[in-house]
């Protein structure tokens, strides 16, 4: 009697357990994983010929989605600064004095609005269209994107 209940209780157990890994995997499903999700967005947008040139400014910034900043909840995969003058999808601001001597940067609510955000910076400085890898990289370090005066050299690296 005590061997029937214990497979009952296991079969029970096994049942939760593929269960709850099949909720995990619907809650996920379609939301994909954070260079997915910037693909994505990307593609769905005007900048989808960009689309190499900005995941390299992403893989920069983030050290391929390792720092700080672009773990959640802050999402922030392009080092964003806080945003004071244009249209943003910055949902809150962060300061670590670990980081940058404390500058504010940009909280976003996922990785997707995060790209959406890069791309209304993108409207805002006017990029032209047509520019290649090289292009694309010396007009973003044009408008002051980065602080680091080895930034576009480092860009143009990544150029294939």
């Known amino acids: 009697m005590f061997g029937i209940v ?3 209780d296991y079969m ?3 049942y939760l357990l593929v269960l709850v890994i099949f909720l995990v995997f619907l809650s996920m499903r379609g939301k ?10 990307i593609r769905r947008s005007r900048y989808a010929p960009y689309e190499a040139f900005i995941i390299n400014q992403m893989n ?5 989605i390792t720092n700080t900043l672009s773990q959640p909840p802050l999402y922030n995969i392009f080092s964003m600064s806080a945003v004071r003058v244009r249209p943003t999808t910055q949902i809150d601001t962060y ?20 790209t959406e955000d890069m791309l209304m910076y993108l409207d805002y400085v006017r990029i032209p269209m047509g520019l290649d890898c090289q292009g694309y990289n010396a007009f973003i ?19 294939k």
């Open 12 to 14: 029970g157990i096994i």
């Open 60 to 64: 920069i910034e983030s050290a391929y």
């Open 95 to 114: 300061s670590n004095p670990q980081i940058d001597g404390g500058q504010l940067f940009g909280v976003y609510s996922s990785y997707k609005s995060a």
């Open 6 to 8: 214990n497979a009952l």
């Open 32 to 41: 994909g994983n954070a260079l997915s999700q910037v693909k994505q967005v």
């Open 141 to 159: 370090v044009s408008k002051g994107y980065a602080v680091d005066p080895n930034y576009e050299e480092k860009l143009n690296a990544m150029c």
